[in-house]
């Protein structure tokens, strides 16, 4: 229940009414409006796609009324864990709800987020294949079950010496202080409760969907599931099943620029000149974080779209962010969106040449799937495993330099740094050389999803096994 597992979860849903299977998305009451909206068009066309709604306990687990997702909980309270334990607890009341469900509506496969542990028991007492919704790249997921099995942070003295991930493709190296935070034994909450069992639950499911290609990271596609042995299908990008401009403009929240007044802007631009900013839903940089964006984006003299999540504590000290002249200065070169941006459609407008973003799964794929290099600053999550698979394996992108796990806020990073990683993605030689492998990359993806293509195959194999499924 946050939108870099929605708007994935909407698009998945999409792809399988697309491809003729009678589809229900199982939301709560505030979350049901913007999905509605985003599933018309697909119901208009024909297809056969619905909603089903249940009540959320928020107010009994004393949260607000409507207090239905991620993004409300960090309205409320910045990092706040007291909150978080009280949203997981009302994610765990769902069970019961969802169980009556099943019941009435009858389905032949359940496909839930990682986030929803206990849906594997649930779709078993109406004997129903799971399937995991993990969100994330098969490099991520391989790289965290190898540290979950060989525990190599144990072995080194410090958090910021380096280790090699074990058993692992490629020599790929992390620190303690860039793990995700289930790993730290120091951290015990509802929400890393949760993560746990996920993993236990992913082993009982049926098997796992991911949101790749196989052609992107093959070699851990291939490591999961023939060394890790996992069940697993690759069905992605599923980002790419938006064709038209409002489907590309409308995921996730209302965007806060008209699409038509976007696309004017960079329609102006010369193909290649603009870097994309932004670090997904959730990440909330400091004032002072922003200032340094700020100064580099003018310093690196790039024509820029920075999109700028403000939480609603910050609401009336907005401008206190931005040097003073920062706008008026940089009128016509720069574009500054506060709150909600039409990602997709501006990721595959020419005219944009390069993406900072925090490696986000959605984000990291949305910018191969539209052939851009990026720029890598992750913050949280499983961000610092992303961020490897673009810089060394795929070299496609340049690092920031971030060190250090920080779920909202990430690493301080000065101006300096985020200059130069700008230039390296947008000027000179090396970049030409980035950009036409994320260029090959997104014609890739494009090949993934259609008919006869990889990702296209393995949908109709998941198909297929789950007829064949018996408890
Ligand atoms: N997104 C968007 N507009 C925004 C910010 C985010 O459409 O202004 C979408 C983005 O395209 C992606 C998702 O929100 O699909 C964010 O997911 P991601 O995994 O990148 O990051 P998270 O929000 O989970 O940290």
Not at 293 to 299: D, F, K, N, V
Request: hydrophobic residues 40%; negative net charge; charged residues 25%.
């Amino acid at each position: 229940m946050a939108h870099g597992h929605t708007i994935p979860t909407v698009d998945m849903a999409k792809l399988f009414a697309f491809r003729g299977h009678k589809t229900t998305i199982i939301t709560t009451p505030s979350n049901e409006p913007l999905i509605s909206k985003t599933i018309q068009r697909t119901k208009d066309l024909g297809f056969v796609i619905n909603i089903q709604i249940l009540k959320f306990p928020s107010v009994e687990v004393g949260l607000p009324e409507g207090c239905e997702n991620i993004d409300f909980v960090l309205s409320l309270v910045e990092n706040g864990t007291e909150m978080m334990n009280k949203f997981c607890l009302a994610i765990g009341k769902l069970q019961e709800p969802l169980e009556k469900l099943l019941q009435e509506c009858n389905p032949n496969c359940l496909v839930a987020d990682m986030f929803f542990p206990w849906a594997t028991d649930a779709a078993a007492k109406f004997g129903i294949p799971r399937l995991v919704f993990q969100g994330t790249s098969f490099f991520s997921l391989c790289a965290g079950e190898s540290i979950r099995l060989y525990q190599p942070h144990k072995k080194v003295s410090t958090d910021s010496a380096s280790f090699v991930i074990p058993d692992l493709p490629g020599e790929i190296k992390i620190t303690r202080k860039q793990f995700p935070i289930i790993f730290r034994e120091e951290v015990q909450n509802d929400f890393t409760k949760i993560v746990k069992e996920s993993n236990e639950s992913e082993l009982k499911s049926f098997g796992v969907v991911v949101n790749s290609f196989y052609e992107l990271e093959q070699a851990y596609a291939d490591h999961y599931r023939n060394v890790l042995g996992r069940k697993a299908w690759h069905i992605g990008p599923v980002s790419i099943c938006n064709r038209g401009m409002e489907d590309k403009a409308q995921r996730g929240k209302e965007a806060s620029i008209d699409e038509q007044e976007c696309l004017k802007w960079l329609n102006s631009k010369k193909p290649n000149s603009v870097i994309y900013i932004r670090f997904g839903s959730i990440t909330n940089f400091t004032d002072s974080q922003l200032k340094e964006i700020a100064i580099a984006l003018e310093t690196a003299g790039q024509k820029f779209i920075w999109v700028v999540r403000r939480n609603k504590n910050s609401e009336g000290h907005e401008e206190e962010w931005l040097p003073e002249g920062f706008e008026k200065k940089m009128e016509g070169k720069g574009l500054i969106i506060r709150g909600w941006a039409p990602q997709v459609l501006i990721l595959e407008h020419d005219a944009v040449g390069g993406f900072v973003t925090h490696c986000g799964w959605n984000s990291t794929l949305e910018g191969v799937s539209a052939g851009k290099p990026m720029v890598t600053w992750p913050v949280g999550a499983e961000q610092f495993y992303n961020e490897k698979l673009v810089t060394e394996v795929l070299k496609i992108g340049i690092g920031v330099g971030a060190k250090e796990w920080d779920w909202l806020h990430g690493d301080y990073v000065k101006s300096e740094a985020i200059e130069k990683a700008i230039r390296r993605v947008m000027e000179g030689e090396e970049a030409e050389e980035m950009r036409s492998r994320a260029r090959k990359l997104g014609e890739m993806a494009r090949q993934a999803v259609e008919d006869g293509g990889s990702s296209y195959s393995d949908f109709n194999a998941l198909v297929q096994e789950s007829r064949y499924y018996g408890p």
